[in-house]
């Protein structure tokens, strides 16, 4: 994939994007050294593309609080972006709805690294709220975890049983719709 990723950046009529949810330490340590634009945490971040002008956006409301996703044989739940093609079973992820505070024409700060923060305005309080739910999840779901992002928590529950972890991801879904 590397390899793939580096010719089709050595075209100069390609800019090339790698859309993740991963956070952007992971992203530059994985494919960084590439010449390449990178999108982490479902698009909460932006590297721009390293031959690109600067890149121009507009707001899309892409995010949504509409639990999705939940089925006994996915072993997922999520409160994710619901028009993202980038969701991946086996977790859980809550993001706030931000049409409102898209931070469009976003600009790094000092020792970003280069990434945009597309948050910089949005109001994340919400997660205060959420961590207990999900750590009181977590203690109840032998070999479930929480993935602390920078704008959101992740629930994984693929190393737990599956059935049960399945009931309690239903369980969690009922309990976020009622916070």
């Known amino acids: ?4 990723l580096e010719t089709l950046a050595s075209d100069h009529k ?4 790698l859309v ?3 956070d952007r330490a992971t992203m530059d340590k994985w494919v960084g050294s590439l010449p390449i634009g990178l999108i982490s945490e479902h ?3 932006l590297k721009p593309c390293p031959s ?3 890149p121009t956006f507009s707001p899309i409301p892409f995010f949504s609080t509409t639990p999705s996703n939940v089925s006994p044989t996915s072993s ?3 409160v994710v972006p619901q028009s993202s093609p980038m969701m991946q079973p086996a977790h859980a992820e809550l993001s706030p709805t931000l049409f409102d505070n898209l931070n469009v024409g976003a600009t790094s700060t000092q020792g970003s690294g280069g990434w945009l923060d597309m948050l910089r305005n949005a109001d994340i309080g919400w997660l205060d709220v ?4 999900l750590e009181h999840y977590t203690e109840r779901t032998p070999g479930s975890f ?6 959101s928590l992740v629930w994984h529950y693929r190393l737990a049983d599956a059935e049960f972890s399945a009931f309690q991801a239903q369980e969690l879904l009922l309990q976020l719709q009622s916070v």
Not at 14 to 17: A, E, L, W
């Open 43 to 45: 698009g909460c971040f």
């Open 146 to 151: 929480i993935e602390r992002k920078d704008a």
């Open 14 to 17: 390609n800019d090339i994007y």
């Open 20 to 22: 993740s949810g991963r």
């Open 1 to 4: 994939m590397l390899g793939l």
């Open 52 to 54: 690109s002008v600067a």
């Open 76 to 78: 997922s739940a999520s």
């Open 130 to 133: 959420i961590t207990p739910v």
